[in-house]
C-alpha cells in the first residue's frame, strides 16, 4: 500500500517522518528490492512492507542487538587486557627511565671526576709553563751575570780550564725500591696511627724550629689533628707498634716492661702488639678546633704542590735567620790550599745562579766570601741570602720544655751531622720506636742524645777516623786499641746485619785511659753505621760477636762495658741485631751476674750464648766464620798502618765539591718544607703524595753524603782494608 505524501508550497518544510529501518534494508529498497514498488510522482513516495518482512526484520534486529551486547562485553575485556597491558608497560618504561637515571647520574659523576682531572692537569701544566718562564729568566739573568763577570780579570778557575760555574749534569728522579720489604716502624713502612704519631713528632720540632706548619703550635699536644695518608695499613697484629721496654721505661711509674722474652727487634716474642701508648692526657681536640674544623671544610679541596724548590719562607728561615747554609764553601777550600776551582767571587756568584733551581735567580746571592776575598767577609764564608719579600719575623714556639735545651740553630746543625748516609725520618723513629711510640718520651730521650753528641763528639771523630792521630802520635790510648787487633767488621749475620768481632783475651783496661777507649768504641759503633744498607735491603742494625775464647778476669773491663750498655740504650736505640757471647768459660759467670744488671731489657733480650761451631752456624754463615773458631774465613784481624796522606780526604775540594754541598743545603730545605705540607695536609690521597715525595727527599739526602764524604771523611782502616763500600 502506498502513502502519498502532500506536497507543501514552495519556502515551507515538509514535515519529517521518523523511520527504524536498518541501513542494509535502505540500502535493498535503493535497489527495488521484490515485493516493494516505487510511486513517481510529484510527491515523495514512502516504502511499506509487508507483516513477515517487519516479523524477520524484528529477528534481525534483536540478533544484532545481542551480538552488540557480546561485542560489547568483549570490547570491555579487551580494554581491560589492554589496560593492564598499558600498565605493564608503563611500569617497564618507569624501570628504564630509573636506569636512565642512574646511568645519567654516574656519566655526570664520570664528567665531574674526568674535569676535575683536566683541572689538575691543566693546573700542573700551569705551574711547568710558570716554571720554565722562571727558569727562562734565570738563565738569563745567568747570563748578564756571566758578561759582566767576562770583563773582569781571568781568575785561576778560568785559567785552569775548570771552575764552578759549570752546571752540574741532570740526574735521574730517585726511584723508590719495590721489592724490599721493610721492617715495621720505618718512614718506608709505617701504619696509619704510626703515621699520625710521627707527623705529631715532626710537628714540635717544626714549631721549635720555627717553620711554619699551617695551623696553631698549641694544637699539637692533640693527636687526632693529623690526618694519616691513604694506602697506610690500620695498627693491629703487627710488629709496628710493639712495646719496646728500655731501662729509663722501667724505672718510671707510668710503665711496666713485660716479662715474657722478647723478639730480636726488641718486641715481644709472640705474636700480640700493644697499642701506643697515650700521648697527653688531652688526646682530642675540642669540638670547635679552627684545626678540626679546617680537615672538615678544606680535606675536599686541597691540592698536592710539589717541593720542586723550597719555599721563600723555608729558606727565610734557614739562611736568613740561622744561617745555616754550609761555611765550607769557601773556608774548607782554603784551610786545605785546594781553592782553585772555588776561590774567584764572580765564579761563585754565577755558579750559584746556574746551578741552583730556586725560584728566583736572587735567592741566593753571595752576601759575603772569604775573609782573604776582601770587602768584608764574614766567618761564615760564602752566606746565601733568601728574597727580601719573605724577610719576616722568624717565631720559635717551644711547645715542649725537653726541647729548650739546645737552640734551634743547634738542633738543627746536629741533626743534620748525625743523620750521615741515615734516612733522617728513621733516624728519629729509631728514638720513637725505642719509647713505644710515646711522643714526649721520645722528645725527651732525644734531645738528651743530641746534648750527648755535643759534648762526645762523635760526628768529628768518625770524620777525622784514625789517620791524623796515627801520625802525629796523639790520642795513643785510642790507637793503642786499634792496634792490638782484637776487633774487625766482617760479614752478616742470617737476618743480614753486619757483624763485628771483638776477642776478649786481646783487651786490657790499662792498656788506655777511659776516655780514649771510650773514643775508641764510639768512633767503631759510628764506622760500623756506615755499613748499613736500610733503603736496598732495609738493614738498619748490627750484630756483635763476643768471642770469650781465652778470658780471664783480667780483661775484663768493668768500666768500658758499663759505658757501653749505657751508650747503646741512649744514644744508638733499636742500632742492635743479636750479640752472640760465644764460648763463655766459667769465669765469665761471675761478671755475667755484674753486668746483667746494667743492661737495658732490650738489649738483654739481644744476646745469645754460643758454645761451639755447630751453634754459632746456626746464626752465621761458615764463610763469615773465622778458621780458629771453626769456620772458614782466613782474613782474621788485620789493622792497616795509615800512611801519608791518610790523614786527609780522598779527594780534594773542588767544584763538585761545592755543588754538592749547596745541593744539601737545598735538599734539606725542600725536606723541611716538604715535612711542613705532609704535617698540615688534611687530604689522606695529598699526604699520601707528600710522605712519598718526603721518603724521595730522604733517600737523596743520603745519596748526596754517600757522594760527599770523600771530600769530607778521612779513610777509615775498613777503607784501607778495602771492604767498607758506603751504600743505603
Same mark, same amino acid.
Not at 248 to 276: F, R
Not at 400 to 403: E, S, V
Not at 643 to 654: H, I
Given at each position: 500500500?502506498?502513502?502519498?505524501?502532500?506536497?507543501?508550497?514552495?519556502?515551507?518544510?515538509?514535515?519529517?517522518?521518523p523511520?527504524?529501518?536498518?541501513?542494509?534494508?535502505?540500502?535493498?529498497?535503493?535497489?527495488?528490492?521484490?515485493?516493494?514498488?516505487?510511486?513517481?510522482?510529484?510527491?515523495?513516495? #514512502?516504502?511499506?512492507?509487508?507483516?513477515?518482512?517487519?516479523?524477520?526484520?524484528?529477528?534481525?534486529?534483536?540478533?544484532?542487538?545481542?551480538?552488540?551486547?557480546?561485542?560489547?562485553?568483549?570490547?570491555?575485556?579487551?580494554?581491560?587486557?589492554?589496560?593492564?597491558?598499558?600498565?605493564?608497560?608503563r611500569?617497564?618504561?618507569?624501570?628504564?627511565?630509573?636506569?636512565?637515571?642512574?646511568?645519567?647520574?654516574?656519566?655526570?659523576?664520570?664528567?665531574?671526576?674526568?674535569?676535575?682531572?683536566?683541572?689538575?692537569?691543566?693546573?700542573?701544566?700551569?705551574?711547568?709553563?710558570?716554571?720554565?718562564?722562571?727558569?727562562?729568566?734565570?738563565?738569563?739573568?745567568?747570563?748578564?751575570?756571566?758578561?759582566?763577570?767576562?770583563?773582569?780579570?781571568?781568575?785561576?778557575?778560568?785559567r785552569?780550564?775548570?771552575?764552578?760555574?759549570?752546571?752540574a749534569?741532570?740526574?735521574?728522579?730517585?726511584? &723508590?725500591?719495590?721489592?724490599?720489604?721493610?721492617?715495621?716502624?720505618?718512614?718506608?713502612?709505617?701504619?696509619?696511627e704510626?703515621?699520625?704519631?710521627?707527623k705529631?713528632?715532626?710537628?714540635?720540632?717544626?714549631?721549635?724550629?720555627?717553620?711554619?706548619?699551617?695551623?696553631?703550635p698549641?694544637?699539637?699536644?692533640?693527636?687526632?689533628?693529623?690526618?694519616?695518608?691513604?694506602?697506610?695499613?690500620?695498627?693491629?697484629?703487627?710488629?709496628?707498634?710493639?712495646?719496646?721496654?728500655?731501662?729509663?721505661? &722501667?724505672?718510671?711509674?707510668?710503665?711496666?716492661?713485660?716479662?715474657?722474652?722478647?723478639?730480636?727487634?726488641?718486641?715481644?716474642?709472640?705474636?700480640?702488639?700493644?697499642?701506643?701508648?697515650?700521648?697527653?692526657?688531652?688526646?682530642?681536640a675540642?669540638?670547635?678546633?679552627?684545626?678540626?674544623?679546617?680537615?672538615?671544610?678544606?680535606?675536599s679541596? /686541597?691540592?698536592?704542590?710539589?717541593?720542586?724548590?723550597?719555599?721563600?719562607?723555608?729558606?727565610?728561615?734557614?739562611?736568613?735567620?740561622?744561617? &745555616?747554609?754550609?761555611?765550607?764553601y769557601?773556608?774548607?777550600?782554603?784551610?786545605?790550599?785546594?781553592?782553585?776551582?772555588v776561590?774567584?767571587?764572580?765564579?761563585?756568584?754565577?755558579?750559584?745562579?746556574?746551578?741552583?733551581?730556586?725560584?728566583?735567580?736572587?735567592?741566593?746571592?753571595?752576601?759575603? #766570601?772569604?775573609?782573604?776575598?776582601?770587602?768584608?767577609?764574614?766567618?761564615?764564608?760564602?752566606?746565601?741570602?733568601?728574597?727580601?719579600?719573605?724577610?719576616?719575623?722568624?717565631?720559635?714556639?717551644?711547645v715542649?720544655?725537653?726541647?729548650a735545651?739546645?737552640?734551634?740553630?743547634?738542633?738543627?746543625?746536629?741533626?743534620?751531622?748525625?743523620?750521615?748516609?741515615?734516612?733522617?725520618?728513621?733516624?728519629?723513629?729509631?728514638?720513637?720506636?725505642?719509647?713505644?711510640?710515646?711522643t714526649?718520651?721520645?722528645?725527651?730521650?732525644?734531645?738528651?742524645?743530641?746534648?750527648?753528641r755535643?759534648?762526645?763528639?762523635?760526628?768529628?771523630?768518625? &770524620?777525622?777516623?784514625?789517620?791524623?792521630?796515627?801520625?802525629?802520635?796523639?790520642?795513643?790510648?785510642?790507637?793503642?786499641?786499634?792496634?792490638? /787487633?782484637?776487633?774487625?767488621?766482617?760479614?752478616?749475620?742470617?737476618?743480614?746485619s753486619?757483624?763485628?768481632?771483638?776477642?776478649?783475651?786481646?783487651?786490657?783496661?790499662?792498656?788506655?785511659?777511659?776516655?780514649?777507649?771510650?773514643?775508641?768504641?764510639?768512633?767503631?759503633?759510628?764506622?760500623?753505621?756506615?755499613?748499613?744498607?736500610?733503603?736496598?735491603?732495609?738493614?738498619?742494625?748490627?750484630?756483635?760477636?763476643f768471642?770469650?775464647?781465652?778470658?780471664?778476669?783480667?780483661?775484663?773491663?768493668?768500666?768500658?762495658?758499663?759505658?757501653?750498655?749505657?751508650?747503646?740504650?741512649?744514644h744508638?736505640?733499636?742500632?742492635?741485631?743479636?750479640?752472640?757471647?760465644?764460648?763463655?768459660?766459667?769465669?765469665?759467670?761471675?761478671?755475667?751476674?755484674?753486668i746483667?744488671?746494667?743492661?737495658?731489657?732490650?738489649?738483654?733480650?739481644?744476646?745469645?750464648?754460643?758454645?761451639?761451631?755447630?751453634?754459632?752456624?746456626? #746464626?752465621?754463615?761458615?764463610?763469615?766464620?773465622?778458621?780458629?773458631?771453626?769456620?772458614?774465613?782466613?782474613s782474621?784481624?788485620?789493622?792497616?798502618?795509615?800512611?801519608?796522606?791518610?790523614?786527609?780526604?780522598?779527594?780534594?775540594?773542588?767544584?763538585?765539591?761545592?755543588?754538592?754541598?749547596k745541593?744539601?743545603?737545598?735538599?734539606?730545605?725542600?725536606?723541611l718544607?716538604?715535612?711542613?705540607?705532609?704535617?698540615?695536609s688534611?687530604?689522606?690521597d695529598?699526604?699520601?703524595?707528600?710522605?712519598?715525595?718526603?721518603?724521595i727527599?730522604?733517600?737523596?739526602?743520603s745519596?748526596?753524603?754517600?757522594?760527599?764524604?770523600? #771530600?769530607?771523611?778521612?779513610?777509615?782502616?775498613?777503607?784501607?782494608?778495602?771492604?767498607?763500600?758506603i751504600?743505603?
Open positions: 500500500m502506498y502513502i502519498k505524501k502532500p506536497s507543501y508550497s514552495s519556502g515551507s518544510s515538509p514535515l519529517r517522518i523511520s527504524f529501518r536498518s541501513k542494509s534494508r535502505s540500502r535493498r529498497e535503493e535497489g527495488a528490492a521484490p515485493g516493494e514498488s516505487q510511486s513517481v510522482g510529484s510527491g515523495q513516495i #514512502y516504502h511499506t512492507t509487508s507483516h513477515d518482512d517487519r516479523r524477520s526484520e524484528r529477528r534481525r534486529v534483536s540478533s544484532r542487538s545481542n551480538g552488540d551486547d557480546t561485542s560489547m562485553r568483549r570490547s570491555r575485556s579487551q580494554g581491560r587486557s589492554r589496560h593492564d597491558d598499558d600498565e605493564e608497560r611500569e617497564r618504561r618507569e624501570r628504564r627511565s630509573s636506569r636512565y637515571a642512574d646511568d645519567e647520574e654516574r656519566r655526570e659523576r664520570r664528567d665531574r671526576r674526568h674535569s676535575r682531572s683536566h683541572r689538575d692537569r691543566d693546573r700542573d701544566e700551569d705551574d711547568r709553563r710558570e716554571r720554565r718562564r722562571s727558569e727562562r729568566g734565570s738563565d738569563r739573568h745567568a747570563d748578564r751575570r756571566k758578561s759582566t763577570s767576562s770583563r773582569k780579570p781571568a781568575s785561576k778557575s778560568s785552569s780550564g775548570g771552575g764552578a760555574a759549570a752546571a749534569p741532570s740526574k735521574p728522579k730517585v726511584v &723508590l725500591p719495590t721489592n724490599v720489604e721493610y721492617r715495621p716502624g720505618r718512614i718506608q713502612s709505617l701504619t696509619a704510626q703515621e699520625r704519631i710521627h705529631q713528632y715532626w710537628a714540635y720540632f717544626l714549631a721549635y724550629w720555627g717553620y711554619d706548619f699551617g695551623f696553631d698549641h694544637e699539637v699536644k692533640y693527636s687526632d689533628v693529623f690526618v694519616a695518608s691513604t694506602g697506610r695499613p690500620e695498627a693491629g697484629g703487627g710488629a709496628g707498634l710493639s712495646r719496646t721496654a728500655t731501662h729509663n721505661s &722501667l724505672q718510671s711509674g707510668n710503665t711496666s716492661a713485660s716479662k715474657k722474652k722478647k723478639g730480636w727487634l726488641g718486641g715481644s716474642g709472640g705474636s700480640t702488639s700493644a697499642a701506643p701508648a697515650s700521648q697527653h692526657h688531652e688526646n682530642h675540642p669540638a670547635n678546633s679552627p684545626r678540626m674544623q679546617d680537615i672538615q671544610t678544606k680535606s679541596q /686541597e691540592q698536592f704542590i710539589p717541593t720542586d724548590v723550597p719555599s721563600p719562607d723555608v729558606v727565610n728561615v734557614f739562611v736568613n735567620h740561622y744561617k &745555616l747554609v754550609s761555611p765550607e769557601y773556608k774548607e777550600t782554603e784551610d786545605d790550599g785546594a781553592s782553585s776551582d776561590s774567584d767571587a764572580a765564579s761563585l756568584e754565577s755558579f750559584v745562579t746556574a746551578d741552583t733551581t730556586i725560584t728566583n735567580p736572587d735567592d741566593f746571592p753571595t752576601e759575603s #766570601y772569604s775573609k782573604r776575598g776582601g770587602g768584608g767577609g764574614t766567618s761564615n764564608g760564602a752566606m746565601l741570602s733568601a728574597p727580601a719579600a719573605s724577610n719576616k719575623p722568624v717565631k720559635s714556639v717551644n715542649n720544655p725537653d726541647l735545651g739546645i737552640t734551634p740553630a743547634q738542633w738543627q746543625q746536629m741533626f743534620m751531622s748525625a743523620c750521615r748516609n741515615d734516612l733522617p725520618d728513621n733516624f728519629l723513629l729509631r728514638f720513637m720506636r725505642a719509647r713505644k711510640w710515646n714526649e718520651n721520645a722528645l725527651k730521650m732525644l734531645s738528651k742524645s743530641i746534648k750527648w755535643m759534648d762526645f763528639p762523635a760526628d768529628q771523630w768518625v &770524620l777525622e777516623s784514625d789517620g791524623p792521630s796515627y801520625l802525629t802520635g796523639k790520642n795513643a790510648g785510642f790507637i793503642k786499641n786499634l792496634t792490638t /787487633e782484637k776487633s774487625w767488621i766482617k760479614g752478616s749475620d742470617f737476618q743480614k753486619p757483624i763485628f768481632w771483638f776477642q776478649a783475651k786481646k783487651h786490657f783496661g790499662s792498656d788506655s785511659p777511659s776516655d780514649e777507649t771510650q773514643r775508641y768504641a764510639v768512633t767503631t759503633i759510628e764506622w760500623v753505621r756506615l755499613f748499613l744498607r736500610e733503603v736496598s735491603e732495609s738493614v738498619d742494625t748490627v750484630s756483635i760477636v768471642d770469650l775464647t781465652g778470658f780471664t778476669l783480667k780483661n775484663a773491663d768493668y768500666t768500658t762495658i758499663k759505658f757501653l750498655a749505657e751508650v747503646f740504650e741512649a744508638y736505640p733499636e742500632c742492635l741485631g743479636r750479640i752472640y757471647v760465644h764460648n763463655a768459660p766459667w769465669i765469665f759467670s761471675t761478671v755475667w751476674n755484674i746483667k744488671n746494667w743492661l737495658d731489657p732490650v738489649v738483654a733480650s739481644k744476646i745469645v750464648f754460643t758454645k761451639n761451631f755447630k751453634d754459632l752456624s746456626g #746464626y752465621i754463615a761458615p764463610e763469615f766464620i773465622p778458621t780458629d773458631l771453626g769456620g772458614i774465613d782466613t782474621g784481624p788485620h789493622y792497616p798502618i795509615p800512611k801519608a796522606g791518610d790523614d786527609r780526604p780522598s779527594k780534594a775540594k773542588d767544584a763538585t765539591y761545592v755543588r754538592l754541598r745541593e744539601r743545603d737545598i735538599l734539606f730545605m725542600r725536606f718544607d716538604c715535612t711542613a705540607k705532609w704535617v698540615a688534611t687530604n689522606p695529598v699526604s699520601a703524595k707528600y710522605l712519598e715525595e718526603k721518603t727527599i730522604n733517600v737523596e739526602l745519596n748526596n753524603w754517600i757522594a760527599l764524604q770523600g #771530600y769530607i771523611r778521612n779513610p777509615s782502616p775498613y777503607d784501607r782494608i778495602g771492604n767498607l763500600h751504600t743505603n
